[in-house]
């Protein structure tokens, strides 16, 4: 606690570190916490989990009085985030009579506004925010102190516009602090119109790639569910994260898991946030072994003791590949990845190799690899695709010049399922607006399909990288 104390905290957070047995201070908060308490700007490159939320949480706690209206506002890309910073920030200022708000879309708005009232911290989506900015429910006015949490990830999803509409509103007399995964030339671009003079602070990765072993399997498509449970159902694993890159696949791949009696829990932007929250409590309690989720859903959530983690559809790049292994491999622990890879995903996958910091070790499948009955299809259904409710059947498609992963081809010449995941499926956290998922095209034709093992496919709808997503959702 003496390390902490050095580093210029108050008695109160100190007392609420000591009852939380909080014992060392992390990097990120050695470098960070001095800087912010004297009411510097900084960039700092922090990853989730390097223990950033107290790091900006020690200035908001120790100069923001009681009364005196909102004088924080902490920025961050998804409801999760937002309760989970909210709860933390509660935990530092218990003996701080701190007002901390959580304001997200997805639920009532008219319970936040009686909250703001008497809110001096607030912690919100940039979505909902505007929202209050327009029907004027909200009052920045005195804020002291701005954050910018997973300020990379609030880019990527299309919320630019957004955020700095929300800092073109904030006092220019203020500290604003920004914390990024990476640190880009969007995040700098950023960073130059908004801050003043800021001290750039970076933390080593938090993920040990000592203990990271990393895998993938080259598997036919109408293999690749079988596998997961194989894998599932024989690795040693304590808490699992489930990766697919759009809802409906995490709908299938959950609701089968659980028919075959592993017990897993999906999570996507789909969900009410009720339900969002309930699951998690369910994962973060360890109730339920395995979380299916979309990479909106999972990112920025500080996820203690995932072993594993799946990628059963792979990401369009290695930025989105590097975020998800960072769940797993943590504070010295061991830590596995595995990708399986049917011909769907090739595309991706040679995007995310082409990293070459990023070390995948190719693995056979096992041997004689039982195909396991898939139970429960999603409502949507093409005929000959769903006539069989067993992998491989129903499906045509060959395609003799497909290659592997690495640009070989397969053995035997021949590969399964008609687009490469890059153009097919998308990642529900890239959408600029596509977030529900589209399944049409400019014609307003439906475009839905499905592969062989009843793995869905979305076609990418038409370009929405210019249209803001839609902010009820966030």
């Known amino acids: 606690m003496e390390k902490f104390r050095k580093l210029g905290l108050?008695?109160?957070i100190l007392r609420s570190l000591k009852e939380h047995e909080f014992e060392t201070p992390s990097e990120i908060q050695e470098k960070t916490i001095p800087l912010v308490i004297a009411?510097?700007?900084?960039?700092?490159?922090?990853?989730t989990g390097s223990g950033k939320t107290l790091a900006f949480g020690s200035a908001i706690i120790q100069n923001c009085k009681k009364d005196f209206g909102i004088q924080a506002l902490v920025l961050t890309p998804t409801r999760e985030l937002a309760e989970q910073i909210a709860k933390a920030l509660k935990r530092f200022a218990k003996h701080d009579p701190l007002n901390i708000v959580p304001v997200y879309g997805g639920v009532s708005i008219n319970p936040q506004i009686e909250d703001m009232e008497s809110a001096e911290v607030i912690v919100g989506t940039p979505g909902r925010i505007l929202d209050h900015m327009e029907r004027e429910t909200i009052d920045l006015s005195r804020l002291k102190i701005l954050v910018l949490d997973e300020a990379d990830r609030m880019?990527?999803?299309?919320?630019?516009?957004?955020?700095?509409?929300?800092?073109?509103?904030?006092?220019?007399?203020?500290?604003?602090l920004l914390f990024s995964a990476t640190i880009s030339q969007d995040i700098t671009k950023l960073a130059n119109k908004f801050m003043k003079d800021p001290v750039e602070i970076s933390a080593e990765q938090y993920v040990d790639p000592s203990k990271l072993t990393q895998v993938y399997y080259d598997i036919e498509d109408n293999l690749k569910y079988s596998l997961l449970v194989t894998l599932?159902?024989?690795?040693?694993a304590k808490l699992v994260m489930v990766f697919c890159n759009t809802r409906r696949n995490v709908d299938f791949v959950a609701n089968n898991l659980a028919a075959n009696g592993i017990d897993a829990l999906p999570i996507h932007g789909g969900f009410s946030q009720e339900k969002r929250n309930k699951i998690?409590?369910?994962f973060h309690g360890k109730k339920?072994?395995?979380l299916i989720c979309t990479d909106i859903a999972a990112?920025?959530?500080?996820?203690?003791?995932?072993s594993h983690v799946y990628n059963y559809d792979i990401p369009a790049d290695s930025k989105e590949y590097v975020h998800r292994i960072g769940r797993t491999a943590r504070a010295g622990k061991e830590g596995?990845?595995?990708?399986?890879?049917?011909?769907?995903?090739y595309e991706n996958f040679r995007c995310v190799l082409r990293n070459d910091e990023i070390k995948i070790e190719r693995l056979e499948p096992p041997a004689n690899l039982e195909r396991i009955r898939i139970k429960w299809m999603p409502e949507r259904r093409t005929e000959r695709s769903y006539r069989s409710g067993y992998e491989g059947r129903g499906m045509g498609g060959r395609n003799n010049n497909s290659s592997g992963p690495r640009g070989r081809p397969r053995e035997g010449g021949r590969s399964y399922g008609s687009r490469n995941s890059s153009d097919s499926t998308r990642s529900e956290s890239r959408g600029y607006g596509g977030r529900r998922d589209s399944r049409t095209n400019n014609s307003g034709d439906s475009s839905y399909r499905s592969t062989r093992d009843g793995h869905v496919d979305n076609r990418r709808g038409p370009d929405r990288r210019n249209s803001r997503p839609s902010r009820s959702r966030y």
């Open 336 to 345: 596995k990845v595995i990708n399986i890879v049917a011909s769907r995903d």
């Open 280 to 282: 998690m409590e369910k």
């Open 299 to 306: 990112r920025g959530l500080d996820i203690k003791g995932v």
């Open 232 to 236: 599932l159902q024989n690795e040693n």
């Open 155 to 176: 880019l990527d999803m299309g919320f630019r516009e957004d955020v700095e509409k929300i800092i073109g509103e904030c006092p220019t007399k203020r500290q604003t």
């Open 39 to 47: 009411g510097k700007d900084v960039i700092a490159g922090a990853s």
């Open 10 to 12: 108050s008695e109160q």
């Open 288 to 290: 339920i072994q395995v």
